[in-house]
């Protein structure tokens, strides 16, 4: 009897692969200059909470806008960063996909047309791209590599860049004035920090690196668990999450589905060497991974990438800023297998499996 998927990827290997496979050729981030303590906005709480949030979360701090950044500037700074890195101009570009949740430009006003990926596209030099918005929530950049992978794969195009710009962190300043306990269903605004971050993917030459596998589900049951809407004169949004309904309901689907993944591959949970999954909290990645290494009796190669301790929680971008804080450290060596893990409200879980070449590598870590 075949065996149920739930994820929606590349089917197994018939005999008839796509003509092409895709490489990651640059990776770019953005971050705003100011740094906001996690004691800092815990000081600006309107009541008595006795919160102790960086303990809860591990969150030191995170970078935040104060008006002078939005999610279109976060996204074309980081844009050009990634070509910068990938040492290719904007008009090679095919094919601009933006996929922030937040689309802020010029104030707390999402402008939805024109779209944020004409912007960034005309902003950047990439005219004769073209441009389109996939929002996803937290798992939209990896979804939108998925979209891009396929594309590429199949020929349609040779090259995309996947860019995102999160203004974001407005939502624990409206948290702040309301939140009185550790209940709260906006405690998780809290942890949000802003980020630009941007991806190019081209045709892979022969012996390069190259994306593995991309996969994608939602389990739909737990959608209402993390919803964000206009609320009363707050700027704006609100957000309001059960945390810890998220955090279970993850971490019942995601050894299931990781095992797909790696079934699909042909590979274990130990050929991984790195894992970067969504940045919520620190503590929140610890015990998912320790799930995930409890489920297979064996664990990566190395601990899950750790970064939300100096960024927060950056949304769709958050995967980015921790592959581009680890290459800057030289932390992954070229042939390294990363899986980058979506864990998104929706709830939205997918995995990419990717390697990266000596040519990516080595323009991280050191000046140019």
Same mark, same amino acid.
């Given at each position: 009897?075949?065996?149920?998927?739930?994820?929606?990827?590349?089917?197994?290997?018939?005999?008839?692969?796509?003509?092409?496979?895709?490489? =990651?050729?640059?990776?770019? /981030?953005?971050?705003?200059?100011?740094?906001?303590?996690?004691?800092? =906005?815990?000081?600006?709480?309107?009541?008595?909470?006795?919160?102790?949030?960086?303990?809860?979360?591990?969150?030191?701090?995170?970078?935040?806008?104060?008006?002078? #950044?939005?999610?279109?500037?976060?996204?074309?700074?980081?844009?050009?960063?990634?070509?910068?890195?990938? +040492?290719?101009?904007?008009?090679? *570009?095919? %094919?601009?996909?933006?996929?922030?949740?937040?689309?802020?430009?010029?104030?707390?006003?999402?402008?939805?047309?024109?779209?944020?990926?004409? %912007?960034?596209?005309?902003?950047?030099? %990439?005219?004769?791209?073209?441009?389109?918005?996939?929002?996803?929530?937290?798992?939209?950049?990896?979804?939108? *590599?998925?979209?891009?992978?396929?594309?590429?794969?199949?020929?349609?195009? #040779?090259?995309?860049?996947?860019?995102?710009?999160? $203004?974001?962190?407005? =939502?624990?300043? @409206?948290?702040?004035? +309301?939140?009185?306990?550790?209940?709260?269903?906006?405690?998780?605004?809290?942890?949000?920090? &802003?980020?630009?971050?941007?991806?190019?993917?081209?045709?892979?030459?022969?012996?390069?690196?190259?994306?593995?596998?991309?996969?994608?589900?939602?389990?739909?049951? $737990?959608?209402?668990?993390?919803?964000?809407?206009?609320?009363?004169?707050?700027?704006?949004?609100?957000?309001?999450?059960?945390?810890? !309904?998220?955090?279970? %309901?993850?971490?019942? @689907?995601?050894?299931?589905?990781? #095992?797909?993944?790696?079934?699909?591959?042909?590979?274990?949970?130990?050929?991984?060497?790195?894992?970067?999954?969504?940045?919520?909290?620190?503590?929140?990645?610890?015990?998912?991974?320790?799930?995930?290494?409890?489920?297979? !009796? &064996?664990?990566?190669?190395?601990?899950?990438?750790?970064?939300?301790? /100096?960024?927060?929680?950056?949304?769709?971008?958050?995967?980015?800023?921790?592959?581009?804080?680890?290459? #800057?450290?030289? +932390?992954?060596?070229?042939?390294?297998?990363?899986? =980058?893990?979506?864990?998104?409200?929706?709830?939205?879980?997918?995995?990419?499996?990717?390697?990266?070449?000596?040519?990516?590598?080595?323009?991280?870590? +050191?000046?140019?």
């Amino acid at each position: 009897m075949a065996r149920n998927r739930w994820l929606v990827m590349e089917p197994p290997s018939t005999g008839a692969e796509p003509p092409f496979r895709t490489r =990651l050729a640059g990776a770019g /981030r953005h971050l705003p200059s100011t740094r906001l303590t996690t004691e800092e =906005l815990m000081s600006t709480t309107r009541h008595r909470t006795h919160i102790n949030l960086e303990r809860l979360t591990g969150i030191r701090e995170r970078r935040v806008s104060v008006g002078d #950044e939005d999610s279109y500037s976060l996204a074309t700074a980081a844009a050009l960063d990634c070509l910068d890195k990938a +040492h290719q101009e904007a008009s090679s *570009v095919d %094919a601009v996909i933006s996929c922030s949740i937040t689309k802020f430009r010029g104030g707390l006003t999402q402008w939805l047309e024109p779209t944020m990926s004409s %912007a960034v596209a005309q902003a950047i030099g %990439a005219e004769n791209a073209m441009t389109f918005d996939l929002s996803n929530a937290c798992a939209g950049m990896l979804s939108g *590599v998925t979209v891009a992978n396929n594309w590429i794969r199949q020929g349609v195009i #040779e090259r995309a860049l996947v860019v995102s710009g999160e $203004y974001i962190s407005q =939502l624990g300043q @409206n948290a702040a004035r +309301h939140i009185r306990s550790i209940m709260s269903k906006e405690l998780a605004s809290l942890t949000l920090g &802003d980020a630009g971050a941007a991806l190019l993917l081209e045709r892979a030459p022969t012996g390069s690196g190259s994306i593995t596998l991309a996969g994608f589900t939602t389990v739909a049951d $737990y959608s209402r668990l993390c919803l964000g809407y206009p609320k009363g004169a707050d700027p704006g949004a609100r957000m309001f999450t059960d945390a810890r !309904g998220i955090h279970r %309901a993850a971490m019942d @689907n995601t050894p299931m589905l990781l #095992e797909e993944v790696l079934d699909s591959a042909g590979i274990s949970i130990h050929d991984i060497d790195h894992v970067i999954t969504h940045q919520t909290s620190a503590r929140a990645i610890r015990k998912g991974m320790a799930r995930v290494s409890a489920a297979f !009796g &064996d664990a990566p190669r190395h601990d899950a990438v750790i970064t939300v301790d /100096r960024y927060g929680n950056t949304a769709s971008t958050t995967h980015t800023v921790a592959l581009i804080e680890e290459l #800057e450290a030289r +932390h992954i060596e070229p042939g390294e297998t990363i899986a =980058l893990i979506a864990l998104a409200s929706g709830l939205e879980i997918g995995v990419v499996l990717m390697t990266l070449d000596e040519e990516l590598v080595s323009r991280y870590g +050191h000046e140019d």
